[in-house]
């Protein structure tokens, strides 16, 4: 009997210890929930809280007139002015430098390379921000030069009663000149815009013909691989009646965007280019700017007749809504960076975030020439009449 009373305690002994164990473990679970849970929210607000003020890291004179501009560049900066141009980091120090003598410089970048063009001149440098750059002289003025990833360059040539659209390669060997696509004024109309793939083997031209009192706009798609070649480059167009087109852009290696007076439409496979997605606001919401990047497509609209009704739209590259906000802003410039969009205009900035939240509303105390981020998420490039200051975003 006794061997038997004392196994009995034994088990019950045992039970008592597996249930406090099992209390244990269930505390503990417990506290790396709400652990876990308490990070969470801690990290939700501090990624999608909102600054209204800012703390000077840094900041260096400029040394420049007002006839000079800045670009974003790779996270830096580029400056340029009709004498030359130069890339800068964050803080303003100079990285490399390039000489030339324009009346009227226009600039485009992709990837590495920029390429500025003396509008209504004959001649265009490309850079790739590793050294002084090279030079190319045209036959004829040049209206407007766009630059691929790998330094092909497509420059407008206006003629008399025509305009050449001309593809250089300036690295090349032996021919630079590798594609031109004359157009005639009278059959073909005015050009309006155009850009060239990142790999430089498209390019996309907007143009528009007046017949009478009718009015049409329209794109055509060019292709120089040997799809192109079947076909005298020409594989593709598009109108759109008199909807007066904004701007042509490669938003992607082989997609398109098509900016006109009521919305946007996406094209996509440029060697046999198709629709994608169209978005047309109508006459109701009046388009006050675009914008894009290589993931995004933004569009702020107004209600007609009243500029503080105004809605943010975000699209990604396949058309698809991502975002749709009422804002009042009151912006001059609108910029997508990332996953962030700015607008900014002499002296104030907001800075949304792609998710909705607004992460930076401010009011500068002296004129605002342009903001850029940098690798820093919280750190912001700022250029005003007298400075490039780096700035660091504070909650007041």
Same mark, same amino acid.
């Given at each position: 009997?006794?061997?038997?009373?004392?196994?009995?305690?034994?088990?019950?002994? @045992?039970?008592?210890?597996?249930?406090?164990?099992?209390?244990?473990?269930?505390?503990? %679970?417990?506290?790396?929930?709400?652990?876990?849970?308490?990070?969470?929210? /801690?990290?939700?607000? #501090?990624?999608?809280?909102?600054f209204?003020?800012y703390?000077?890291?840094? $900041?260096?004179?400029?040394?420049?007139?007002?006839?000079?501009?800045?670009?974003y560049?790779?996270?830096?900066?580029?400056?340029?002015?009709?004498?030359?141009?130069?890339?800068?980091?964050?803080?303003?120090?100079?990285?490399?430098?390039?000489?030339?003598?324009?009346?009227?410089?226009?600039?485009?970048?992709?990837? @590495?390379?920029?390429?500025?063009?003396?509008? +209504?001149?004959?001649? #265009?440098?490309?850079?790739?921000?590793?050294?002084?750059?090279?030079?190319?002289?045209?036959? &004829?003025?040049?209206?407007? $030069?766009?630059?691929?990833?790998?330094?092909?360059?497509?420059?407008?040539?206006?003629?008399?009663?025509?305009?050449? &659209?001309?593809?250089?390669n300036?690295?090349?060997? =032996?021919?630079?000149?590798?594609?031109?696509?004359?157009?005639?004024?009278?059959?073909?109309?005015?050009? /309006?815009?155009?850009?060239?793939?990142?790999?430089?083997?498209?390019?996309? =031209?907007?143009?528009?013909?007046?017949?009478?009192? =009718?009015?049409?706009?329209?794109?055509?798609?060019?292709?120089?691989?040997?799809?192109?070649?079947?076909?005298?480059? &020409?594989?593709?167009?598009?109108?759109?009646?008199?909807? +007066?087109i904004?701007?042509?852009?490669?938003?992607?290696?082989?997609?398109?965007?098509? #900016?006109?007076?009521?919305?946007?439409?996406?094209?996509?496979?440029?060697?046999?280019?198709?629709?994608? $997605?169209?978005?047309?606001?109508?006459k109701?919401?009046?388009?006050?700017?675009?914008?894009?990047?290589?993931?995004?497509?933004?569009?702020?609209?107004?209600?007609?007749?009243?500029?503080?009704?105004?809605?943010?739209?975000?699209?990604? &590259?396949?058309?698809?809504?991502?975002?749709?906000?009422?804002?009042?802003?009151?912006? $001059?410039?609108?910029?997508?960076?990332?996953?962030?969009?700015?607008?900014?205009?002499?002296?104030?900035?907001?800075? +949304?975030?792609?998710?909705?939240?607004?992460?930076?509303?401010?009011?500068?105390?002296?004129?605002?020439?342009?903001?850029f981020?940098?690798?820093?998420e919280?750190?912001?490039t700022?250029? @005003? %009449?007298?400075?490039?200051? =780096?700035?660091?975003?504070?909650?007041?």
């Amino acid at each position: 009997m006794a061997d038997l009373v004392s196994i009995g305690r034994g088990r019950k002994s @045992d039970d008592s210890d597996r249930k406090k164990t099992n209390k244990m473990i269930g505390i503990v %679970a417990l506290f790396i929930v709400l652990g876990v849970g308490a990070l969470v929210l /801690l990290s939700y607000y #501090f990624n999608n809280r909102c600054f209204y003020g800012y703390e000077v890291e840094s $900041a260096v004179k400029r040394s420049d007139s007002n006839n000079v501009n800045y670009m974003y560049y790779k996270k830096e900066m580029l400056k340029y002015s009709r004498s030359g141009i130069s890339g800068l980091d964050t803080k303003g120090k100079s990285l490399w430098n390039g000489g030339y003598e324009m009346k009227q410089p226009q600039l485009d970048i992709c990837g @590495d390379y920029i390429v500025t063009a003396d509008v +209504m001149g004959k001649q #265009f440098y490309v850079y790739n921000g590793k050294d002084e750059g090279t030079s190319m002289e045209t036959t &004829l003025p040049i209206v407007r $030069a766009k630059v691929a990833g790998q330094g092909v360059v497509a420059a407008l040539l206006q003629d008399s009663d025509s305009n050449v &659209l001309s593809i250089y390669n300036p690295y090349g060997s =032996t021919e630079n000149l590798l594609v031109e696509i004359p157009t005639n004024v009278s059959e073909e109309g005015y050009p /309006l815009d155009f850009d060239i793939s990142p790999d430089g083997k498209s390019v996309v =031209t907007s143009h528009m013909t007046i017949s009478g009192n =009718t009015v049409e706009n329209k794109v055509s798609f060019y292709n120089f691989t040997e799809v192109g070649q079947d076909k005298n480059t &020409l594989v593709g167009g598009k109108s759109f009646g008199e909807s +007066m087109i904004s701007a042509v852009e490669f938003v992607g290696d082989d997609e398109v965007a098509v #900016f006109y007076e009521t919305g946007f439409r996406l094209f996509t496979r440029m060697k046999q280019p198709e629709l994608l $997605a169209e978005k047309d606001f109508g006459k109701e919401e009046e388009i006050r700017s675009m914008a894009y990047s290589d993931k995004y497509i933004g569009v702020v609209t107004e209600t007609a007749g009243d500029n503080k009704k105004q809605k943010l739209y975000l699209y990604n &590259l396949k058309g698809k809504e991502e975002l749709k906000r009422d804002i009042s802003y009151d912006y $001059a410039e609108m910029k997508i960076y990332g996953e962030e969009i700015v607008f900014y205009s002499n002296y104030n900035c907001y800075i +949304m975030r792609t998710n909705g939240r607004e992460k930076f509303n401010c009011e500068f105390e002296e004129e605002i020439d342009a903001i850029f981020p940098t690798e820093n998420e919280n750190l912001y490039t700022l250029i @005003d %009449a007298s400075e490039i200051k =780096t700035i660091k975003l504070s909650v007041s």
